[in-house]
Nanobody, 124 residues
Framework: QVQLVESGGGLVQAGGSLRLSCAASGRTFSYYVMGWFRQAPGKEREFVAAISRSGGTTYYRDSVKGRFTISRDNAKNTVYLQMNSLKPEDTAVYYC?????????????????WGQGTQVTVSS
């Protein structure tokens, strides 16, 4: 069992930055591929970014490439999402998730554990 707790969300103007954190407890953090997803009102949850167990490989959805950076600190059991140049369309609840399986990490069904989410609101 893994417990995930996100933090760092908030209200920011377009062009601003936020850093989300996700603290994990329970089983060995480095065992899991970690991902960030988001869900805007009235829309389906969508993949944002993921990072391999070691942190050596990262994945991003096209719309955030060059603006968002995912990273992890296995010693601190924490994964981060640095979000720069934020746009109003980035407004959503952001969730971190942990996956025990390998392979392409974009699919929601691959993830075993989810956090409760943190709200990110970008004003124009």
């Amino acid at each position: 069992q893994v417990q995930l707790v996100e933090s760092g969300g908030g209200l920011v103007q377009a062009g601003g930055s936020l850093r989300l954190s996700c603290a994990a407890s329970g089983r060995t953090f480095s065992y899991y591929v970690m991902g960030w997803f988001r869900q805007a009102p009235g829309k389906e949850r969508e993949f944002v970014a993921a990072i391999s167990r070691s942190g050596g490989t990262t994945y991003y959805r096209d719309s955030v490439k060059g603006r968002f950076t995912i990273s992890r600190d296995n010693a601190k059991n924490t994964v981060y999402l640095q979000m720069n140049s934020l746009k109003p369309e980035d407004t959503a609840v952001y969730y971190c998730a942990a996956s025990s399986t390998s392979g392409q990490p974009m699919g929601i069904s691959r993830y075993d554990y989810w956090g409760q989410g943190t709200q990110v609101t970008v004003s124009s």
